[in-house]
Nanobody
Framework: QVQLEESGGGSVQAGASLTLSCADS????????MGWFRQAPGKGREIVAA????????YYQDSVKGRFIISRNNPKKTMYLQMNSLKPEDTAVYYC????????????????????WGPGTQVTVSS
């Protein structure tokens, strides 16, 4: 049973940094492609970044390229999203997600490709 839980959200001013963590209490963590999504008020959920099971390949939404970094530590069963130069438009609930496992060398950018989701953590960026 995979159980994901995000942490590290908060309220910051524009230009600040935050690092989100996603801890997985299930097994196995290593085989799963994972991703970060976000949902702003009144909007649908969108992909922010994604990572292959081994961390060798990553994807970023255009609006966060050069500012956000996705990474994972498989022995610690944790995924991270380092967010720098935050903007008010980054305000959203951030979710981590994991696929069913055995994804090979792929990452996924669509919600439907993920089987497990955390409850979300709020990130608020004020101007």
């Amino acid at each position: 049973q995979v159980q994901l839980e995000e942490s590290g959200g908060g309220s910051v001013q524009a230009g600040a940094s935050l690092t989100l963590s996603c801890a997985d209490s299930g097994v196995p963590f290593t085989d799963r492609a994972m991703g970060w999504f976000r949902q702003a008020p009144g909007k649908g959920r969108e992909i922010v970044a994604a990572i292959t099971w081994d961390g060798d390949d990553t994807y970023y939404q255009d609006s966060v390229k050069g500012r956000f970094i996705i990474s994972r530590n498989n022995p610690k069963k944790t995924m991270y999203l380092q967010m720098n130069s935050l903007k008010p438009e980054d305000t959203a609930v951030y979710y981590c997600a994991a696929d069913a496992g055995y994804s090979g060398g792929y990452y996924y950018t669509s919600e439907v490709s993920y089987n497990y989701w955390g409850p979300g953590t709020q990130v608020t960026v004020s101007s």
